[in-house]
């Protein structure tokens, strides 16, 4: 069963940046399809961000396009989220996990983007 940690967020201002990083365990994450999921208070947990195992294909929703970037360490295999010109829309917890979801959980990190 693969376990992911995530972690780096934390308070920033609106325009911050912020990097988030997961890291797993149980699985070697390179060899699978990966996204960075965000839910915000009152709505459903949603993938925003997707890399594909192989190619490392990006794929982005509308709401982070321009703004994110998802990447890989495949030595470290460790799963990234550079987050830049951060808007207080972007408040939420973030979590990793395959893509589609195959896997518990993990805590999440949480960012919050507030004067």
């Known amino acids: 069963q693969a376990q992911f940690v995530e972690s780096g967020g934390g308070l920033v201002q609106p325009g911050g940046s912020l990097r988030l990083s997961c890291t797993a365990s149980g699985i070697v994450a390179g060899g699978f399809n990966m996204g960075w999921y965000q839910q915000t208070p009152g709505k459903q947990r949603e993938v925003i961000a997707r890399?594909?195992?192989?190619?490392?294909?990006?794929l982005y929703a509308d709401s982070v396009k321009g703004r994110f970037t998802i990447s890989r360490d495949m030595d470290k295999d460790t799963l990234y989220l550079q987050m830049t010109n951060l808007k207080s829309d972007d408040t939420a917890v973030y979590y990793c996990n395959t893509w589609p979801r195959t896997s518990e959980w993990g805590q999440g990190t949480q960012v919050t983007v507030s004067e």
């Open positions: 890399i594909t195992r192989g190619t490392g294909t990006t």
